[in-house]
């Protein structure tokens, strides 16, 4: 069985590597899904955040790493696949990941969507949470992997994104 592991990816944190193995040892084949949107705010480009998380998945066999766009529905039942899987971390995840679920079934109705809970020492964290921390020069080594913090560091020599330290 096929199952798709999409999201944002900007950065890739600990915590969706973390998901990445645990649904790889689930299914027969997954597929992270990086979703190649162009809001400014971006730090990675989609390329940039495909190849990442390829090279952070190199020793998992079963796991590809793809970009799309448009709908998600569309893009998993593109690929033969009929399982999402989504991490879960608050209750305050619910509500956008329960609406997120019915409307990618309500579109093809052979996805059924599938929650992790996220692991202990992640529940806390997003990418969000890991840019900030970064930005304002704070310990990121628990959220990102290093070479994720790598590349952040050079994204501020070179100027190509805004990051203050
Ligand atoms: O990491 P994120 O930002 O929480 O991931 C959200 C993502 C990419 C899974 C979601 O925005 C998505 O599926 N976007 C594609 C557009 C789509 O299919 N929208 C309808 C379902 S809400």
New binding site residues.
């Given amino acids: 069985m096929t199952a798709v592991y999409?999201?944002?990816?900007d950065p890739v944190t600990l915590g969706h590597l973390d998901i990445i193995k645990r649904a790889s040892r689930l299914y027969e084949r997954l597929i992270v899904a990086v979703?190649n949107n162009s809001s400014k705010d971006q730090v990675f480009t989609a390329e940039e955040r495909t190849g990442m998380i390829t090279e952070l998945c190199v020793g998992l066999s079963n796991v590809e790493v793809a970009s799309?766009s448009?709908?998600?529905?569309d893009f998993v039942r593109a690929n033969k696949a009929s399982v999402v899987i989504?991490g879960l971390r608050a209750v305050t995840d619910f509500e956008y990941e329960f609406?997120?679920a019915l409307?990618?079934r309500s579109?093809h109705d052979e996805i059924e969507t599938v929650f992790l809970p996220a692991s202990l020492q992640y529940l806390y964290l997003s990418?969000s949470v890991a840019k900030e921390v970064f930005m304002l020069g704070g310990n990121v080594d628990s959220m990102l992997p290093p070479e994720v913090e790598k590349r952040m560091r050079l994204k501020t020599k070179q100027n190509q994104y805004n990051i203050k330290r």
């Fill in positions: 999409p999201g944002s990816f979703l799309f448009g709908l998600l529905a989504r609406q997120m409307t990618n579109l990418s």
